[in-house]
């Protein structure tokens, strides 16, 4: 039999195309069937049809940072780490008074340069002792000491008082000048290197000034 796609007659093809709709009515109306039954038995069964929309589970809120022990019984914190393992790795590594900090200033006419507690209203005049407020230590307030400021905002230095209530310290800051024929780098490393061989955690850093060290 010749195959009808090859066909070029226009009334045969038609012919065929009813012979073959109606070849095709029973099946589909099987199909109709079993459809409407699935629909039927799914309504009973309390289940979905395929193509209808399934409400998505909540989203779980994530689980706040667990802050590992690093050595020396320090929380541990890496480049990849959050803030808040960040923020509390600075804090036990710097650690003072935590009721009162102080702030860097910058006189605006005479460019001196000082640090103060940091308090409300710190330009007021004739404030008694008793009147000031002072700021406690937050992690907000570290999160600003270590961020960049925004643009045009003030950069933000935070001060330590490390002499705490009841007399005793648990951090010390060594102050190695770069003075005229002086090794302070050398001095500083032989510190930092002493105080690793006791067990005491040490970091280096370079000042200011970028001729000096401090541990």
Do not use: Q
């Not at 509390?88 to 650690?95: I, K, M, P, T």
């Amino acid at each position: 039999m010749e195959d009808w796609y090859d066909s070029n007659d226009l009334a045969e093809l038609r012919i065929r195309l009813d012979v073959a709709l109606e070849e095709n009515v029973e099946p589909r109306a099987e199909l109709a069937e079993v459809r409407a039954e699935n629909r039927r038995l799914r309504t009973r069964l309390g289940v979905p049809a395929p193509d209808a929309p399934r409400a998505l589970a909540p989203v779980p809120e994530p689980p706040p940072p667990v802050i590992t022990e690093g050595g020396h019984g320090l929380p541990y914190a890496d480049a990849s780490s959050g803030t808040e393992a960040k923020i509390a790795l600075f804090r036990a590594l710097f650690a003072g008074r935590e009721d009162v900090y102080a702030t860097r200033w910058v006189g605006a006419k005479s460019g001196r340069t000082g640090w103060s507690p940091a308090e409300d209203n710190p330009f007021a005049k004739n404030k008694a002792e008793a009147e000031r407020v002072f700021r406690p230590l937050t992690d907000r307030a570290v999160y600003n000491h270590l961020s960049r400021p925004e643009p045009g905002a003030w950069e933000t230095h935070l001060g330590l008082y490390p002499l705490l209530a009841d007399d005793t310290c648990r951090l010390l800051a060594v102050d190695f000048d770069g003075k005229e024929g002086s090794d302070w780098r050398g001095d500083a490393s032989a510190y930092a290197a002493a105080c690793h061989d006791a067990g005491i955690p040490a970091l280096v850093e370079v000042s200011r000034s970028g001729t000096g060290a401090h541990v």
